[in-house]
């Protein structure tokens, strides 16, 4: 079974709107991290935001939040007034076990293309 | 500052062929990794090494070797080259295993001909 699931290849926005980009993911750790990472054309991964399991708040990053629900195991990034420059790839990644733990892997899910538009 | 560094950016070779990409890290950190992008874009990791022990090595072909002289160098050489090895490499690195961000290099791109 997939850990990360990202069910929009493309997505599509107009410049100044919010844009949801969903992420499910999988596994039986009570504790685990959420990643956003996000790809330009110009191909470096540069890192967004990050959730913890046992967070109680949804995490905020300047334009960028995530919308944690738990039970539905899902870690959807939001992104309020999108601009020219936020086209790129998006993925969402998940690290099982506390921080620390040895087996750091970080799984990433197969990325959404996100396209802003003027 | 670079904070995590790959080269070559771009390394054009043939089948066959062994080749060396070098990582290092000025951040300080215990851990580096590297991850191998396809051509789908899909990002998996290989290797994962914490004060240069190897502590995760994920069923990658025994052609692919890394190697970490210190923990702020983490150098990934590839013996007989496969076209199936095309593809960008990165690096990364974290605090600890499992600390969050991971700090990414910019990525080596790898043409295999």
């Known amino acids: 079974a997939q850990k990360i699931t990202q069910t929009q290849p493309g997505m599509f926005v107009q410049e100044k709107e919010a844009v949801t980009l969903d992420c499910t993911y999988d596994t039986s750790d009570p504790s685990y991290g959420l990643f956003w990472y996000k790809q330009p054309s110009s191909g470096e991964m540069i890192f967004l935001i990050y959730q913890g399991s046992y967070d109680q708040q949804n995490a905020t990053e300047g334009r960028y939040s995530l919308n944690f629900q738990k039970a539905r195991k899902s870690a959807n990034l939001v992104i309020s007034a999108s601009q020219l420059g936020d086209s790129a790839m998006y993925f969402c990644?998940?690290?099982?076990?506390?921080?620390?733990?040895?087996?750091?892997?970080?799984?990433f899910g197969r990325g959404t293309q996100l396209t802003v538009w003027p | 500052d670079t904070a995590v560094s790959q080269t070559p950016k771009y390394l054009v070779t043939q089948m066959g062929n062994d080749k060396s990409i070098k990582c290092e890290q000025n951040l300080g950190h215990d851990t580096m990794y590297w991850y191998k992008q396809d051509s789908k874009k899909f990002l998996k990791i290989m290797f994962s090494y914490n004060n240069k022990e190897l502590i995760i090595n994920e069923t990658v072909p025994n052609r692919f070797s890394p190697k970490s002289p210190d923990k702020a160098h983490l150098n990934l050489h590839i013996n007989s080259l496969e076209l199936g090895d095309s593809a960008v490499y990165f690096c990364?690195?974290?605090?600890?295993?499992?600390?969050?961000?991971?700090?990414f290099g910019d990525g080596t791109r790898l043409s295999i001909l």
């Open positions: 990364a690195s974290s605090q600890r295993p499992g600390e969050q961000p991971q700090h």
């Open positions: 990644a998940m690290r099982e076990g506390g921080r620390g733990s040895t087996l750091g892997r970080l799984y």
